[in-house]
């Protein structure tokens, strides 16, 4: 059974901006950390000497770009202007001048310009974006976690109300007096109202659906066998991986449900030992099947689903119909198995 996916983790970028997030806290400190960048590119342009002749501004770019991602803005436009100005009195001639009389200055300022301007846009830019999209995931995670909380609300609230109308079921009892096919309504009913409040519980349950369908099918067996009243007869579940819609496998719990209780009832006599298989898996045109088979006493001469009129049999047509699923009674030598072919998914 498919479970929810894991929240989608931060991107490296978003980490690496709150990771900086402390130092752009403290101007102080992002200047600090500029002018010393600009020292550091200075001096190993320095220390290249005529070896990057022509290229003055190499060396000070990084830094114009670290400086503007660790301290935001200002300080990248700090270590900019620091770059800049050292480059154009230190490395362009006329040296030690800040003369426009070469054309060639001219155009390796406005060349320098131009790319401390994109990357200290572009570091903006991102910082902005990432911002906005860590604003719209911590929308998001909110909307969804108060949906989360709402659903189970609501499915905690049917879960109660089920099993509030099968105590009135149960007081309700009290007052029919020697009516014994009223009894057995009753008690029917209020058997299947506790199964169906258990399901819910059960099927809405994180910590119970991160079980696997196979759990989830022994406990609602077991649910079933308890609630009948046949404690020698035991459960066996075999599933292979197959992933059921939530909807549909509430459907098919309602499914397996009265078919299981169809077969306690009507295969085992009382106190009689037995088994219940259950097995789940996907057929190679892509349809699931659930087959439950008992090995109590089989079905009876001239038996044909569709001329059952029992209420259990009504209420297994009907569940089918909202699975789109096909149900087949099949006479093995020994009990019954119940085929539910139905679309996986």
């Not at 894991?6 to 901006?17: G, S, Y």
């Not at 570091?123 to 604003?135: C, F, K, Y």
Request: net charge neutral; aromatic share 6%.
């Amino acid at each position: 059974m498919r479970t929810a996916a894991a929240p989608a983790a931060e991107p490296p970028l978003l980490r690496l901006f709150d990771a900086a997030a402390g130092l752009r806290a403290r101007p102080a400190l992002g200047y600090a950390v500029a002018t010393a960048g600009f020292l550091v590119a200075l001096g190993v342009r320095i220390a290249i000497g005529d070896a990057l002749v022509g290229y003055p501004y190499v060396t000070f770019f990084p830094v114009v770009l670290v400086a503007t991602f660790l301290g935001g803005v200002r300080p990248g436009v700090f270590a900019a202007v620091l770059s800049g100005l050292a480059a154009w009195w230190l490395f362009i001639p006329p040296f030690h001048s800040f003369a426009l009389l070469w054309p060639g200055t001219a155009i390796a300022l406005a060349f320098y310009v131009l790319v401390v301007g994109v990357e200290i846009l572009l570091i903006h830019m991102m910082d902005l974006s990432l911002r906005r999209l860590a604003a719209e995931e911590a929308r998001a995670r909110a909307l969804l976690d108060a949906q989360r909380t709402l659903f189970h609300e609501l499915q905690h609230r049917v879960s109660n109300n089920m099993a509030f109308v099968a105590a009135l079921l149960t007081l309700q009892r009290r007052h029919v007096g020697g009516h014994p096919a009223a009894l057995a309504a009753l008690d029917a009913a209020r058997a299947r109202l506790d199964v169906m409040g258990r399901i819910h519980r059960r099927l809405y349950d994180p910590e119970a659906a991160r079980g696997g369908l196979d759990h989830i099918l022994s406990d609602l067996c077991g649910d079933v066998v308890a609630a009948v009243g046949a404690p020698r007869v035991t459960c066996t579940v075999c599933t292979q991986p197959v992933t059921i819609a939530h909807h549909r496998l509430v459907t098919l719990s309602l499914v397996a449900t009265e078919l299981i209780t169809n077969a306690l009832k009507h295969g085992y006599a009382a106190d009689e030992a037995g088994t219940i298989d259950l097995s789940l898996a996907v057929e190679p045109d892509g349809r699931a099947r659930l087959v439950i088979a008992d090995d109590g006493r089989g079905l009876p001469d001239g038996f044909e689903e569709e001329t059952r009129t029992g209420l259990g049999m009504r209420i297994v047509a009907e569940l089918a119909r909202q699975l789109e699923a096909t149900i087949a009674w099949e006479r093995r030598p020994r009990g019954t198995a119940v085929v539910v072919r139905f679309p996986a998914g």
